[in-house]
Nanobody, 121 residues
Framework: QVQLVESGGGLVQPGESLRLSCAAS????????MGWYRKAPGKERELVAT???????NYADSAKGRFTISRDNAKNTVALQMGSLKPEDTAVYYC???????????????WGQGTQVTVSS
């Protein structure tokens, strides 16, 4: 199994910044994509940003220009720097990794437990 542990959530005011971090551990052979998703109350989980092993990034339109995703392949970590936060960014943010374990030949999806981000004045 792959364990994803997130940190960095919290309560911030509109316009402020917040940085989320996620570390993957386990008998990991390799990780393909890593990313962040979020789920707001009453809404389905949605993509925020992803980063491939070669550094290629993909952002939701709502995140473009405000959020930056980064990754450290050597440490199996991914971070999301969020700026100019808005109340509509309030959600539980989930770390995701598409990873392959040493004992398997296929890649599988793994999720963290989620971290709450609340943007409110």
């Amino acid at each position: 199994q792959v364990q994803l542990v997130e940190s960095g959530g919290g309560l911030v005011q509109p316009g402020e910044s917040l940085r989320l971090s996620c570390a993957a551990s386990g008998r990991i052979f390799s990780i393909n994509a890593m990313g962040w998703y979020r789920k707001a109350p009453g809404k389905e989980r949605e993509l925020v940003a992803t980063v491939a092993s070669d550094g290629t990034t993909n952002y939701a339109d709502s995140a473009k220009g405000r959020f930056t995703i980064s990754r450290d392949n050597a440490k199996n970590t991914v971070a999301l720097q969020m700026g100019s936060l808005k109340p509509e960014d309030t959600a539980v943010y989930y770390c995701n990794a598409v990873a392959r374990l040493y004992s398997f030949t296929i890649y599988s999806n793994y999720w963290g437990q989620g971290t709450q981000v609340t943007v409110s004045s």
